[in-house]
């Protein structure tokens, strides 16, 4: 985010020379989607890990959250959301905020508005925390299969987590020409896939392999 966002905090100038060599190290793994490897240099991903981890933030490795939960590792993150092609002024649902670091990044990437739906209330506390003030981002506890019909319609949607199919309630809550990223669990693998939305039909873009925990209905407090 810019600084008016709160988010531009580096850790001053050693901070910004390890963002930028994590960066690099995600370029090396092939990733070459610009404006996500810049959102992910500008957002400090040791800010939104729990203290004891943080130390390792700067890792291709999955990190672990409260409640059985876990940050993603950096590059599936910047794969899906490379993938999910978030353009400025977008309004963007997530289903799974976890510690608000991706739903940090899509602000980054310009969104106008994101709603980010956590099933566990400790979770959502978190990343109300690490996100601070003066973001475009709405962390709310919710149930992301549980869309109402006539809530509002979205042009990106990010679900962090491996489905057998998308929800229909996802694919209705899309405008025209939105995107829809998981992870489809489907045979003997799992991948990335994105779904687009015209008038007519929906078409699915496939991604890589990746392997993320099934989504799990409804709300807790923790587990």
Do not use: K
């Not at 409260?66 to 599936?76: D, E, I, N, S, V």
């Amino acid at each position: 985010m810019p600084p008016e966002d709160g988010l531009a905090d580096h850790g001053g100038l050693e901070g910004q020379i390890e963002n930028a060599a994590f960066v690099m190290a995600l370029r090396g793994r092939g990733m070459r989607d610009t404006a996500v490897l810049r959102a992910m240099e500008r957002v400090p991903r040791a800010r939104f890990a729990p203290l004891a981890h943080r130390d390792r933030a700067r890792r291709d490795m999955a990190l672990p959250l409260p409640c059985g939960a876990a940050m993603t590792a950096p590059t599936l993150v910047a794969t899906m959301l490379a993938l999910l092609r978030v353009e400025p002024g977008q309004d963007v649902l997530e289903v799974g905020t976890g510690s608000g670091y991706a739903t940090a990044l899509l602000a980054q990437l310009g969104a106008a508005s994101v709603t980010s739906l956590e099933r566990y209330a400790t979770l959502v506390a978190f990343a109300r925390a690490n996100l601070g003030p003066g973001t475009v981002a709405r962390v709310l506890q919710g149930d992301g299969l549980a869309l109402d019909a006539d809530e509002q319609r979205y042009d990106r949607i990010l679900v962090h987590a491996s489905v057998a199919a998308p929800e229909p309630r996802w694919l209705a809550a899309l405008r025209p020409g939105g995107r829809l990223v998981l992870v489809l669990a489907a045979g003997e693998g799992s991948r990335v896939a994105a779904f687009e939305r015209d008038a007519d039909a929906v078409r699915q873009e496939p991604g890589p392999p990746a392997r993320l925990a099934p989504l799990v209905p409804g709300r807790a407090l923790c587990l």
